[in-house]
T-cell receptor, first 113, second 114 residues
Framework: SQQGEEDPQALSIQEGENATMNCSYK?????LQWYRQNSGRGLVHLIL?????REKHSGRLRVTLDTSKKSSSLLITASRAADTASYFC?????????????FGAGTRLAVHP | EPEVTQTPSHQVTQMGQEVILRCVPI?????FYWYRQILGQKVEFLVS????????KSEIFDDQFSVERPDGSNFTLKIRSTKLEDSAMYFC????????????FGPGTRLTVL
């Protein structure tokens, strides 16, 4: 089974619009994180939400977590062309306490000026 | 702001050759990781390292792979005899402690095996 599956796989919007990406997972988690990856570059940590939290904000980012549905969403408000990137959710399972991240396949976001 | 660094940014090698990918984690971080991303696919966990030993490894991390922290700053991933399917981006990450759960990633090394 795949942990951390995002949808949609690709999203194309105009600058100023909101972008919503979803992530589903299958096993119990300790927390869920969202990362951004610009084309061919490294992963940048965006936000972490713990299993006992339902919503978290950071600037233009809003993350929700529904542990009963095993799903999370990332909302980027008032998008900018610079937000164009791939976005990945990653879950942390307490496997021996060393916190390996299990990534989803990602959503490719394109924001057009 | 401290960053994880990786060298080289791009490594091209012939099949069967050994490669060493290098990483300098953020100083005072205690947990270290290697992940890889085959082109167009998801990022996959390879290995975690804590207290100078491997704490967990994935099925991908077979006998051809090894990790080392030879001194207080470097963290290396060695692939003994590269295969074509080892071509990927390799990311190093470090984490200060278990309480934070946030891993800081380096920019990656693109490995191309010919």
């Amino acid at each position: 089974s795949q942990q951390g599956e995002e949808d949609p796989q690709a999203l194309s919007i105009q600058e100023g619009e909101n972008a919503t990406m979803n992530c589903s997972y299958k096993t119990s988690i300790n927390n869920l994180q969202w990362y951004r990856q610009n084309s061919g570059r490294g992963l940048v940590h965006l936000i972490l939400i713990r299993s006992n939290e339902r919503e978290k904000h950071s600037g233009r980012l809003r993350v929700t977590l529904d542990t009963s549905k095993k799903s999370s969403s990332l909302l980027i408000t008032a998008s900018r062309a610079a937000d164009t990137a791939s976005y990945f959710c990653a879950t942390v399972q307490r496997s021996g306490g060393y916190n390996k991240l299990i990534f989803g396949a990602g959503t490719r976001l394109a924001v057009h000026p | 702001e401290p960053e994880v660094t990786q060298t080289p940014s791009h490594q091209v090698t012939q099949m069967g050759q050994e490669v060493i990918l290098r990483c300098v984690p953020i100083s005072n971080h205690l947990y270290f990781y290697w992940y890889r991303q085959i082109l167009g696919q998801k990022v996959e966990f390879l290995v975690s390292f804590y207290n100078n030993e491997i704490s967990e490894k994935s099925e991908i991390f077979d006998d051809q792979f090894s990790v080392e922290r030879p001194d207080g700053s470097n963290f290396t991933l060695k692939i003994r005899s590269t295969k074509l399917e080892d071509s990927a981006m390799y990311f190093c990450a470090s984490m200060p402690g278990r309480a934070t759960d946030t891993q800081y990633f380096g920019p990656g090394t693109r490995l191309t095996v010919l």
